[in-house]
């Protein structure tokens, strides 16, 4: 089954070279706390640029089911009138995340300190993904949760009617985790502190500070150390959403192992806790550059240019690093095929717990495809064939998972034969633009079945 639908195979031929401007739609983690901040501050926040995918969509009804109003004016400007921090109203209904574990874990922390009962479901994937690490969190502030075994959804949490704040050391890496300890913060008395030993995306620190709450982040020896004090009012915002660097990751990977390609990919966000896969790639010795360097609401933006990249080798990507290119190894992993010599990457354990277990998923495909790639439960390695070497020719399962279909359609584009995938309906949770965006450049991607 795909996300939301019916599967829609698709292939990638080979093509070359890419050229011209790519405009990536709107970041999925600031769009995501763009609703949900909107919907806990008291009047309307106005958003720019919202991603229109659909993990966001479904983010965007959970607000409206409890009780903000979200209005689409169209050409990516939305609006949220919000109810207030513990202003959530119960749900008349079950809500349902799609595909989307940033939905449903921030979710699940907003509600978790307000006297109302909430059922959560999603889609295959997200229904086969670990709960307890928000959940057992959550249980600190006074929630309870009845769901599947292992925790998985579907599973009702019953939101604390008398929270109370918490200390709470993330023991993974996961900014859905900080993020969902926070939110359930904002609604408890005192103060709720969050120690990360690892930074991991700061997007909800920084947007909770915009939106007026008190909160202050600390770098001590035990890690980054964040302090909310509870129940503030949140003051609404005008939000420019930055383009996505995850999203961006692919016409700037696809460009890389075309021949002849030249793109640029305007306004990208390179705050330091997303943006580990292009220093890896430039560590590789790809032909990228930042151009037009600059600061816009607070965060480092650049324009990004990405050249044909014949001469890449594959590198020990820094464990460090993980955090900060979480999303983007799978296409990496496509990358580090078309380089010579080997690229590990190690400390990488997460990747097992996405949409898919995108080490498997990947191996799986890249195997097929005629790369070797050797994995154990948190590294895996590639071994680089050169920029010509990859031969392709196979179908993947993309297994539900979008940042899978995408990195086996950009393999498509510098393998000698075709590559497939079963179904890249998914790519829609984050990327709606991917086909057009990639054909306009000159990939030469096909629908299978149409
Ligand atoms: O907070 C977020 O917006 C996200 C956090 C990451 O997940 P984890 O927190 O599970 O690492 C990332 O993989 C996801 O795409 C978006
Ligand atoms: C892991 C991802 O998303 P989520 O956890 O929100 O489903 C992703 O977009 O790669």
Known sequence: MSA??????????????LKGVAEVPGDKSISHRSLILGAMAVGETKITGLLEGEDVLDTAKAMQAFGAEVTNHGGGEWSVFGVGVGGFAEPDNVIDCGNSGTGVRLIMGTMAT????????????????????????????GAQTVGRKGGRLPMTIVGAADPVPVRYVVPVPSAQVKSAVLLAGLNA????????????????????????????????????????????ELKPQSIIVPRDPSSAAFPVCAALITEGSDVLVPNIGLNPTRAGLYFTLQDMGADLTFENMREEGGEPVADLRAK????????????????????????????ASFATGKTMMAGVKELRVKESDRIDAMAKGLRANGVTVDEGEDWWSVEGLGIDGVPGGESCDSVLDHRIAMSFMVMGMGSQKAVSVNDGSPIATSFPIFESLMGNLGARLTRDNH
């Not at 939301?4 to 070279?17: D, K, L, N, Q, W």
């Not at 909430?118 to 600190?140: E, H, I, K, Q």
């Open 4 to 17: 939301h639908g019916t599967p829609i195979p698709m292939t990638s031929h080979r093509c070359g070279p």
């Open 308 to 335: 044909y990249s014949p001469n890449m080798k594959g590198i020990e990507v820094p464990p460090s690093r993980a955090a900060s290119m979480i999303d983007e190894y799978p296409v990496l992993s496509v990358v």
């Open 189 to 232: 008395p005192g103060e709720t502190v969050v120690v990360e030993k690892e930074a991991t995306r700061d997007h909800s620190e920084r947007m909770l500070a915009g939106f007026g709450a008190d909160i202050t982040v600390e770098e001590t020896d035990e890690g980054r150390v964040i302090t909310l004090k509870g129940q503030p």
């Open 114 to 141: 307000s006297p109302i009962s909430v059922t959560f479901t999603g889609d295959a994937s997200l229904n086969s993904r670990p709960m307890a690490r928000v959940t057992d969190p959550l249980a600190l502030f």
